[in-house]
């Protein structure tokens, strides 16, 4: 292969296919392939990274100058450069997928049945992984990472307007596979910008067993509704604190505080904040003026802009909005009750809180309210892979099959049944 | 609701949302129902049916005297009778589904961050369940029972030609969620032949969180195909039994002999044999000769034929169907590598076991066959979830993420994260 694409893929569905066969091959060597090799190709990926800094931002700076040709926004541009430090960054995410344990071979609940033979489960790849994704390069060396330390092999589609620096990427990650003695294609850049490319790849349901799509909800809903292989997504982040009057006021106040100012881009970031009527009164001036020092607009229900007073009428349209921007709903509610009803209509099932000493409504909570992470005096912002401890994050999943909430390692894998016998037969 | 179906449901589409959104509502308070509730319905349901054996037996017999008019085949007819035996069967299923554990709420890995807050995982409902079936009656009570009891919804589509029958059970399985205070519509079964209400049921993302075909592979894959919901399925079961050359050939011939034997018709009976060289010699011509007594025609490979003489000649074709029928393929092979490259080809990734007393050969064959079950020692008709002590099955699932292989209460539920926290933020 060779990094100069446009030239080479005159039939993109031929390609497609090759590509999809070379990854299944691939993912059958891996199933084989022991742990050490798969960490040392992590470590050959990322010296071969550290020794291809200049020619890494020479490929990028093509990329840079016809995204700049193009008119590519600053912010865009920005996500897209390859700086030194980013470099760095890059290879030293590889060193730390390196250090994580390996999920792949566990075996689990391994027990004697009353036929005599022993039942357990093991954890093993899924096979091969398709990764959508946008115009960060970074995302190529994380993706094929986290891909080849769970035993999988990739299929990798970053945005066009990355095109050369993520081959030149590809390049580094072929090299550290070949001196692990891993095959070259367990890692595979798709090396055209033709948006069929996509198409083909939706549609290869025996060479692909999931698609992650990582980008903006345009991307992945249009991935959702082409895609004949499940899909594991993100969609919206709608999240929720919920202040009891039964609260601790001062936990109340500090997690109300970072759940919607510690970022605002991010989707674990509290949307709309819902207050017991009990406690609303004392809870939200105070609030609103720190809301205020951060320029944060409020945008209130009936019973809020009466406490409140000087500020906007919250819309219909306002309690299914998700921000990712200096702004919150609130409303007032009478009761736990209401406060789960919002939610279950309004929410997306993505991060969800309260904040209450009340031990029978923090279990009635955490119980009832359905969304990938459901927690008690605690801010929404800790819904992270890292955070969480999974040591990795590929994305957090707002679907209920398979992986839910942040996925690690653990949600590229999946458990196949193991039977272990002395030649027991079915009477 | 009624059970004369055809005159309630002049518009399907409003109907089936109606439905749907009952189906969600059910589904929100059934995830704040308790164990003890949702198997006093189970009894109470099981309690209901025995009541009802003559109504039940009436509205059959509406079934089997419609169903003969169609000239509907004597299998067929059998299938979609309701003996008294049939009847007892199935409240006694119900009752043995309320004495499973109940596997909503279980909180595990529940562990302390850094941060000092403490993440775990709560097993949780999936929500609304959508299965599809055939013409057996039985499965409206059995499916009915194990989303109940693992706190789901469900919406069940029987076979027209069970309407009559399926109405009648769906009416004891009302009064039995009354008997308990649980919502009537936690458990519907669509009102109306027209095959509309399925295309409509395999669109209703917003309502139903997963769909289950259960029945021949027609309708399966029309499901897979039309579904905009995931599905957990069953597909093929191509299973293989390979008989190293290290095998034991004591076992080795019991278990190729169940494997095929047992029972014909089943997803995890053996389709092909795969025999090594080393040891197809002395253990071909005994298992050909018991094979003969039970009437199973074998085509073979030409070193099979070599060896066996007078058997067909195995065509292409062959490696790849999944007879359910006395008919066995059989195949010599080199090695290990060889027969792991056919079961790779071809198999269907359902069941797979090989037969040898090497303890690294049965490793690597545990390792790297990428199937739902992979056995060692025992036969491939052991796959089953009763056999695998989960207590109940809704099906065996070819499919890799979610649920592979068979699906208990597990199945039909997913794990969300729970994080207990004393006030901590993000910094």
């Not at 926004?73 to 060193?95: F, H, Q, S, V």
């Not at 939706?202 to 992650?212: E, F, K, W």
């Not at 604190?241 to 006021?249: E, F, G, L, Q, W």
Request: hydrophobic share 40%.
């Amino acid at each position: 292969m060779n990094a100069t694409p446009e030239s080479l893929v005159p039939d993109v569905a031929a390609y497609m296919r090759q590509v999809g066969e070379q990854a299944r091959a691939a993912a059958r060597l891996l199933s084989r392939s022991d742990t050490a090799a798969r960490n040392q190709a992590l470590h050959a990926i990322a010296e071969a990274i550290e020794a291809a800094v200049d020619s890494l931002k020479a490929e990028n700076a093509r990329d840079l100058e016809a995204g700049r040709e193009r008119g590519l926004d600053a912010a865009l541009l920005d996500r897209l450069e390859l700086t030194d430090d980013r470099i760095a960054a890059m290879a030293e995410g590889l060193r730390q997928i390196a250090a994580l344990p390996d999920p792949v071979g566990a075996i689990s609940d391994l027990n004697y049945r009353p036929s005599g033979i022993q039942v357990g489960r093991m954890r093993v790849p899924l096979g091969v992984i398709g990764i959508i994704y946008e115009s960060r390069p970074n995302v190529t060396a994380d993706a094929a990472a986290l891909c080849l330390k769970s035993g999988n092999a990739a299929i990798l589609r970053g945005g066009s307007e990355a095109q050369h620096s993520n081959q030149a990427i590809a390049a580094c990650i072929r090299i550290g596979l070949g001196q692990a003695g891993l095959p070259g294609t367990a890692v595979q850049v798709i090396e055209t910008p033709d948006r069929a490319a996509v198409g083909e790849l939706l549609r290869m349901q025996d060479c692909v067993d999931v698609i992650i799509p990582r980008g903006g909800k345009g991307l992945i809903e249009r991935v959702s509704n082409e895609s004949r292989i499940p899909v594991i997504k993100h969609l919206d982040g709608v999240c929720h604190v919920y202040i009891d009057d039964r609260a601790d006021p001062d936990k109340a106040y500090a997690i109300a505080l970072n759940a919607k100012t510690q970022r605002y881009g991010t989707c674990n970031t509290m949307e709309t904040l819902l207050v017991h009527t009990g406690i609303a009164d004392s809870i939200l001036p105070r609030l609103a003026e720190a809301y205020r020092d951060k320029g944060v607009e409020l945008r209130g229900c009936e019973r809020t802009r009466a406490i409140l007073g000087d500020i906007t009428a919250a819309t219909d349209a306002d309690w299914d909005t998700e921000y990712l921007a200096p702004i919150l709903a609130v409303r007032v509610v009478d009761d736990l009750d209401t406060a789960m009803d919002h939610i279950a209509a309004h929410g997306s099932q993505h991060t969800d809180a309260i904040v209450t000493e009340d031990y029978g409504r923090a279990r009635r909570f955490l119980r009832e309210v359905d969304s990938s992470s459901v927690m008690v005096n605690a801010s929404t912002r800790f819904a992270d892979g890292f955070e969480y401890g999974l040591g990795a994050e590929i994305g957090i999943s707002t679907d209920k099959l398979h992986a839910r909430g942040p996925v690690g390692l653990e949600g590229l894998t999946t458990l196949k049944f193991v039977v272990l016998g002395d030649g027991q037969v079915r009477g």
